[in-house]
């Protein structure tokens, strides 16, 4: 139902106006089977309150749930620094919940807070979207932040991860590198899928040979993938993780392996997590400034509590950040692709 009203679920659900309020606010004095009702005839109906008329009836709690996949490592520190910068200049607190890679934990999560925050703003790139708006409650006002892709017409801030990849792909074989390995991230994550396919799209379009090898975000898996390539002498000169923790890792296990870089293979990551400008050589990568980032969540979710925001789908573009890590491959004398090969005594294959 187009702009279905309050009065629209209470004639639905056979009951009074005041009922759905109470239910839809989080009211102890309304039965869990009758709240369930309520809240699947308004999911059912399309029904969102508007914000400003929320506000008139509630009283403020002067705080934002912040609902995130993980903490670890400094991409989750930098976008947290930002969302509390921003909540400061609004005078809102954070409520934190962190999901540690168990999806029912973080929908779960999202009722719980149900009365105790003004709105949500929740950043879930591994749970399906069907599975997500199924569970966020009914009026809450949110921002969902790098969320699994939907039509819900909700208020949305995404990266385009995909365009970022493909860019740092198109750097790549710029810098003259024509055999690439990419690093995905965990399965499932609607990120790591994303920049996938731009690293595809990009490596066909410029006809270069691709590997990939599976990642999970994190260091290890990083160098995991090395330890792979050295083991079966893959040739390679770039490597293309999925973001700057595994690029990191990948530059270690290179190093301990014998092979520069960039001299023989160069390494990009996504994110420009701090680290990435202080490491040696600096890590190349693709920028969204992740603090600012977190910060504009929080002045979204701001605008959409006090009902001025559009409602829209805002999409950043990552930037490409140059550094030492995919300088320019110097002519060698011996074939430039035998590289891992050679190191591990193979010769690697060839597109």
Same mark, same amino acid.
């Given at each position: 139902?187009?702009?279905?009203?309050?009065?629209?679920?209470?004639?639905?659900?056979?009951?009074?106006?005041?009922?759905?309020?109470?239910?839809?606010?989080? &009211?102890?004095?309304?039965?869990?089977?009758?709240?369930?009702?309520?809240?699947?005839?308004?999911?059912?109906?399309?029904?969102?309150?508007?914000?400003?008329?929320?506000?008139?009836?509630?009283?403020? @709690? +002067?705080?934002?749930?912040?609902?995130?996949?993980?903490? &670890?490592?400094?991409?989750? @520190?930098?976008?947290?620094? +930002?969302?509390?910068?921003? @909540?400061?200049?609004? @005078?809102?607190?954070?409520?934190?919940?962190?999901? &540690?890679?168990?999806?029912?934990?973080?929908?779960?999560?999202?009722?719980?807070?149900?009365?105790?925050?003004?709105?949500?703003?929740?950043?879930?790139?591994?749970?399906?979207?069907?599975?997500?708006?199924?569970?966020?409650?009914?009026?809450?006002?949110?921002?969902?932040?790098?969320?699994?892709?939907?039509?819900?017409?909700?208020?949305?801030?995404?990266?385009?991860?995909?365009?970022?990849?493909?860019?740092?792909?198109?750097?790549?074989?710029?810098?003259?590198?024509?055999?690439?390995?990419?690093?995905?991230?965990?399965?499932?994550?609607? /990120?790591?899928?994303?920049? &996938?396919?731009?690293?595809?799209?990009?490596?066909?379009?410029?006809?270069?040979?691709?590997?990939?090898?599976? +990642? /999970?975000?994190?260091? /290890?898996?990083?160098?995991?993938?090395?330890?792979?390539?050295?083991?079966?002498?893959?040739?390679?000169?770039? %490597?293309?993780?999925?973001?700057?923790?595994?690029?990191?890792?990948?530059?270690?296990?290179?190093?301990?392996?014998?092979?520069?870089?960039?001299?023989?293979?160069?390494?990009?990551?996504? /994110?420009?997590?701090?680290?990435?400008?202080?490491?040696?050589?600096?890590?190349?990568?693709?920028? %969204?400034?992740?603090?600012?980032? +977190?910060?504009?969540?929080?002045?979204?979710?701001?605008?959409?509590?006090?009902?001025?925001?559009?409602?829209?789908?805002?999409?950043?573009?990552?930037?490409?950040?140059?550094?030492?890590?995919?300088?320019?491959?110097?002519?060698?004398?011996?074939?430039?692709?035998?590289?891992?090969?050679?190191?591990?005594?193979?010769?690697?294959?060839?597109?």
């Amino acid at each position: 139902m187009a702009h279905a009203t309050i009065r629209d679920v209470a004639r639905e659900a056979a009951v009074s106006v005041a009922t759905v309020s109470r239910a839809l606010n989080g &009211h102890s004095n309304v039965r869990p089977q009758m709240r369930e009702r309520i809240e699947g005839v308004a999911v059912r109906l399309g029904y969102v309150p508007h914000a400003g008329a929320r506000n008139l009836s509630l009283a403020r @709690s +002067g705080a934002i749930g912040v609902v995130l996949p993980d903490l &670890h490592g400094e991409f989750f @520190s930098e976008l947290l620094r +930002g969302m509390d910068r921003e @909540s400061s200049a609004h @005078s809102l607190h954070l409520m934190l919940m962190v999901m &540690h890679g168990e999806a029912e934990r973080g929908i779960a999560a999202l009722n719980t807070m149900r009365g105790r925050v003004d709105g949500l703003l929740v950043m879930a790139p591994q749970v399906s979207s069907e599975k997500l708006l199924e569970r966020m409650p009914v009026g809450m006002p949110a921002v969902l932040v790098n969320c699994a892709p939907h039509e819900a017409g909700r208020a949305e801030l995404r990266v385009d991860n995909a365009a970022g990849a493909a860019a740092l792909v198109d750097h790549l074989v710029a810098q003259g590198r024509r055999r690439l390995v990419h690093i995905t991230g965990p399965d499932g994550n609607c /990120d790591a899928q994303e920049r &996938h396919r731009g690293v595809i799209e990009a490596c066909t379009r410029a006809r270069i040979a691709l590997r990939v090898l599976p +990642g /999970d975000f994190n260091e /290890d898996s990083g160098a995991a993938a090395v330890a792979t390539l050295l083991a079966d002498g893959w040739a390679a000169d770039a %490597i293309l993780a999925a973001n700057d923790m595994m690029a990191i890792g990948a530059m270690m296990a290179l190093k301990r392996g014998g092979i520069s870089v960039p001299g023989e293979v160069a390494v990009a990551g996504f /994110d420009d997590i701090p680290l990435a400008r202080l490491i040696s050589p600096s890590l190349t990568t693709a920028s %969204i400034d992740i603090a600012q980032f +977190g910060a504009d969540a929080v002045a979204r979710l701001a605008a959409v509590i006090a009902g001025t925001d559009s409602g829209l789908i805002e999409q950043r573009v990552p930037i490409v950040v140059p550094r030492e890590s995919t300088a320019r491959a110097a002519p060698a004398a011996h074939d430039s692709t035998d590289n891992i090969a050679r190191n591990n005594g193979k010769q690697g294959e060839r597109p």
